[in-house]
């Protein structure tokens, strides 16, 4: 009888043991996912987190129409006046004449990458299966998305002009992060003035002065400038937890450089304005820089040539960055950037994505918004002008997954 009671007494106990664990488990489930992520740069300056060093996978080019290829045909190769000499690169050659200008009203969402993964199914699958991460998807990748979008949040917390919209689509275990042009942005492209279309030319016509067809070739400075054209680098990494798959355009390769494995041997070509005191220095350093190393770091791109021009548009001197000393030139201005606090805040957002975006569903978009001096919040839409993963690519998915 003894026994029998204590018998009883330790399955009452363990069914209410039970119900508390149930009822953790519900509460856990049920839990209200957070409304906000908070920008302060003061909440990320801590320890620079894992970033694992990058890899790339695969190559993709658009020719002169944006028609995709897989394979490297559009890319380029470093190729810059002797030493010593005096560039003088005139900006302005061609903008009349020789300049075709892609339609940037045409928004391609993430269509390039998706049709490169469409076309790339055996790289993907042999990486998942050497990695150590494993999601649900057999991408075995947290996030798809452009280098660009990455850019643009490593960078909020010293944004202090543009804000940003991504939207977000939870599929088959990975989150498809696209870009959502602002209304201010789409107001800033309709209102661009003629001496913004041409400063925008002006970055492009650089590129021509100093990339050649073939290595060892020599720039056909007098062709015509077609921005449609296109080389990209798809590229796998990790930020401490999350596996990350993107792709970012490259505008070269030096066939002089050390070592040509990929992305090593990767050169990033920026312009901008002759530097005259040390107020322009500390502008430059401040607002420029933080977006020349966050583009270049993501992929791995270790070098940015700049071309410094002066009020005619001529570029009389090049200065060579390294991307991973950027960070010392920078170290002792007052209230300047941090590399940390911009990879930091990169693996909150992404946290953060993982706790909102819980409902996997290809036509279901998250959008995340954000504006200088602001929170990061969020908004559930499944209308047809948000959604953005095509129904070509469920299916492929929805097929190899079945």
């Keep these: 009888m003894e026994n029998t009671l204590k018998t009883e007494q330790h399955l009452c106990l363990k069914r209410r043991g039970d119900t508390r664990q149930e009822e953790a488990v519900k509460r856990h489930h049920t839990a209200s996912p957070p409304t906000t992520l908070h920008v302060q740069e003061s909440l990320y300056d801590a320890a620079f987190p894992f970033y694992k060093q990058p890899l ?4 993709f080019s658009l020719d002169a129409t944006r028609n995709f290829f897989n394979d490297s045909r559009q890319l ?6 002797p030493p010593g000499d005096s560039p003088q690169f005139d900006l302005r050659d061609g903008y009349r004449d020789r300049y075709v200008k892609r339609d940037d009203s045409i928004k391609e969402r993430l269509d390039h990458l998706l049709q490169w993964i469409q076309q790339n199914q055996s790289v993907l699958r042999a990486g998942a299966a050497s990695s150590e991460t494993t999601t649900s998807s057999w991408l075995n990748k947290d996030f798809v998305t452009w280098r660009g979008h990455l850019t643009k949040v490593l960078t909020t917390p010293y944004e202090k002009q543009e804000g940003w919209l991504l939207a977000v689509t939870h599929f088959r275990g990975t989150y498809y992060i696209s870009e959502v042009e602002t209304e201010a942005a789409r107001r800033q492209r309709e209102e661009r003035t003629a001496a913004q279309e041409e400063l925008m030319y002006m970055g492009y016509k650089f590129e021509q ?15 015509v400038v077609n921005t449609n054209e296109a080389f990209c680098t798809v590229v796998q990494t990790k930020l401490n937890g999350h596996s990350l798959l993107f792709a970012g355009e490259v505008d070269c390769a030096d066939p002089k450089y050390p070592s040509q494995k990929a992305p090593d041997c990767y050169v990033e070509l920026k312009t901008s304005k002759e530097i005259h005191s040390a107020n322009q220095q500390r502008s430059f350093n401040r607002y420029k820089l933080i977006k020349w190393w966050a583009q270049s770091f993501l992929p791995g791109v270790p070098r940015i040539v700049a071309g410094f021009r002066n009020e005619e548009g001529i570029v009389a001197s090049l200065k060579t960055f390294e991307t991973m000393k950027i960070s ?3 170290r002792g201005d007052w ?3 941090k590399p940390a606090v911009c990879m930091n805040f990169c693996n909150a957002f992404l946290s953060f994505v993982k706790k909102v975006a819980i409902q996997d569903d290809p036509q279901l978009v998250y959008l995340f918004s954000w504006e ?3 929170d990061v919040s969020y908004s559930v839409h499944k209308e047809p002008t948000l959604t953005f993963v095509p129904a070509w690519y469920v299916q492929l998915i929805t097929q190899l997954e079945t």
């Design 328 to 330: 010392h030139m920078i």
């Design 76 to 81: 380029r190769y470093y190729s810059p006046p």
């Design 335 to 337: 209230n300047s950037w």
């Design 372 to 374: 200088p001096g602001s």
């Design 56 to 59: 790339e996978v695969g190559r």
């Design 209 to 223: 002065y100093l990339c050649a067809a073939t290595p060892g070739g020599i720039p056909d400075t007098g062709g």
